[in-house]
């Protein structure tokens, strides 16, 4: 066991908020990061962690090292953005495994987070490695890629099943470079997410922002467009076909470089 100094950091806001989808809260949340058990609770300004991940290591997941006052300074736009800021203080990205994330999202499309949850909890349970009793790793590409269709069945994945098993493969056999992406501007990275079967901008743009922290990514999906409906709809003019990609185009253009962040706390808020 050992303690983090920590400033600017809320625990529960940060994994109850939507972006990952393995963490359970008992009497400390408790996820898998990097394939190993990490137990985590926050006792005021202090961070107090179980796991084998070095200190470092848990930094980097939760983003500790991300100037947050920086980052408020230059996303508190308006009243609205900054009650959330207020009301969610703390609230920090995840930086997530680009293979999880990625295929996490894959799940998302057209689900409920419960049904996510409950996906990928049992495609772990299938395909993944029992590090102990009742917690398992992300499955690998290696170990998806050799799955077939009516083994995924038990995952009750639906459609979205063999949209996995083709993008395993095609990492695999090194037909996509998806840990490349970090070296491309958003713009760019969008492009080659988007050339996978069942990942369109919505689910391209969580993955930029949650893996591989592209916080001028702003992604989209029900909840963000009512909420900037209602917060900022007499800035949207166009088509309502384009309405996402106007809304995307806003974020980036008023909450600046790190729109990301703002996109967050709006999408707490509507959760809530």
Not at 91 to 102: A, G, H, N, S, V
Not at 110 to 120: A, E, L, P
Not at 150 to 164: E, K, N, P, Y
Not at 165 to 175: D, F, G, H, P
Request: some cysteine; overall charge neutral.
């Amino acid at each position: 066991m050992y303690r983090i100094k920590i400033k600017d950091f809320n625990l529960d806001h940060s994994l109850s908020c939507g972006q990952v989808f393995r963490w359970e809260k008992k009497d400390w949340w408790i996820g898998i990061v990097r394939g190993a058990i990490v137990r985590a609770k926050q006792e005021n300004q202090e961070l107090i962690v179980e796991s084998s991940l070095d200190k470092e290591l848990i930094i980097d997941y939760f983003r500790l090292d991300d100037d947050l006052e920086q980052i408020y300074a230059s996303i508190a736009r308006d009243e609205k953005i900054t009650s959330l800021i207020n009301k969610y203080r703390g609230l920090r990205l995840i930086r997530q495994d680009p293979w999880e994330c990625l295929v996490s999202y894959m799940c998302s499309s057209n689900n409920t987070i419960r049904n996510i949850t409950n996906s990928i909890r049992r495609m772990c349970e299938c395909f993944g490695n029992e590090i102990e009793k009742g917690y398992y790793s992300f499955p690998t590409p290696d170990a998806l890629s050799d799955a077939r269709l009516c083994d995924m069945s038990q995952c009750r994945l639906g459609f979205r099943a063999s949209r996995i098993l083709k993008l395993a493969n095609s990492v695999v056999n090194r037909e996509f470079d998806l840990y490349g992406i970090k070296d491309l501007s958003y713009r760019e990275g969008r492009e080659e997410l988007v050339k996978i079967e069942g990942v369109g901008n919505k689910i391209a743009d969580c993955v930029l922002l949650f893996a591989f922290g592209k916080l001028e990514s702003f992604p989209v999906d029900t909840h963000i467009e009512q909420i900037m409906e209602r917060y900022y709809g007499s800035s949207f003019k166009g088509p309502k076909s384009k309405k996402r990609d106007e809304i995307a185009e806003f974020a980036r253009s008023y909450f600046g470089k790190y729109c990301g962040y703002a996109q967050e706390y709006l999408y707490m808020e509507d959760l809530g």
